[in-house]
């Protein structure tokens, strides 16, 4: 399974490397820090990662709806911000998305979240907490290993309407190819018989000079 961790980092760094830990043993886990090359686009990378997630795990904490000082609005409502993003592609891509509590991290309520991010405050959160960690990322890895079925059954879909397009083109091309060789024949028995013609008016020609 592909795991997305989405996270604010001066919210929950801390919680989201413990989380990456114990999913990495089981599953291929992408966090912007360990997952993003040097130099390279972070913008492209984490819309190739969506493209492959099967699961997204949004780490909500204390701090996830925090102001940005220049707006006093929740840093969610600024369009470049990459928590937004990532969970708006993920959304947007039918995704399956976790919210989990850590921290004293509460839901947010769809007021208080933009438009495009609404339909996270009605999804069902799970807790981590420390005083019970083992339990509860027991419950998170089991959230994640029910849809690995969904997922291989999406993809192997994907791949048999890949097949199927495959096969119709093959299909068409071989259609295509024997009617030009049947327009080729044709057009080639008609310069036959015109060429046998064109010779038997010769030789009759040369026949009666």
């Known amino acids: 399974m592909n795991v997305f961790l989405n996270y604010r980092r001066d919210d929950t760094l801390?919680?989201?490397?413990?989380?990456?830990?114990?999913?990495?043993?089981?599953?291929?886990?992408?966090?912007?820090?360990?997952?993003?090359?040097?130099?390279?686009?972070?913008?492209?990378?984490?819309?190739?990662?969506?493209?492959?997630?099967?699961?997204?795990?949004?780490?909500?904490?204390?701090?996830?709806?925090?102001?940005?000082?220049?707006?006093?609005?929740?840093?969610?409502?600024?369009?470049?911000?990459?928590?937004?993003?990532?969970?708006?592609?993920?959304?947007?891509?039918?995704?399956?998305?976790?919210?989990?509590?850590?921290?004293?991290?509460?839901?947010?309520?769809?007021?208080?979240?933009?438009?495009?991010?609404?339909?996270?405050?009605?999804i069902n959160a799970i807790p981590l907490r420390d005083d019970s960690f083992s339990d509860d990322i027991t419950k998170l890895l089991a959230f994640i290993e029910g849809h690995q079925g969904i997922a291989k059954r999406q993809r192997w879909r994907v791949r048999a309407l890949q097949l199927t397009v495959a096969v119709s083109l093959l299909a068409f091309l071989a259609v295509w190819t024997g009617i030009l060789d049947i327009l080729n024949l044709q057009f080639y028995s008609r310069l036959s018989t015109t060429a046998l013609g064109n010779m038997a008016r010769f030789g009759s020609s040369s026949e009666n000079v």
């Open 14 to 122: 801390g919680w989201t490397g413990r989380i990456a830990d114990r999913l990495g043993q089981d599953h291929r886990v992408f966090r912007d820090v360990t997952s993003i090359a040097k130099g390279a686009s972070i913008e492209d990378s984490i819309k190739r990662a969506l493209r492959r997630t099967d699961v997204l795990l949004v780490i909500i904490g204390k701090d996830w709806l925090v102001e940005n000082p220049s707006t006093n609005r929740p840093r969610l409502f600024d369009e470049a911000d990459y928590v937004r993003r990532e969970v708006e592609l993920a959304l947007g891509k039918k995704v399956p998305v976790l919210p989990v509590l850590v921290e004293s991290g509460k839901m947010p309520k769809a007021s208080t979240l933009p438009e495009s991010l609404v339909p996270l405050a009605d």
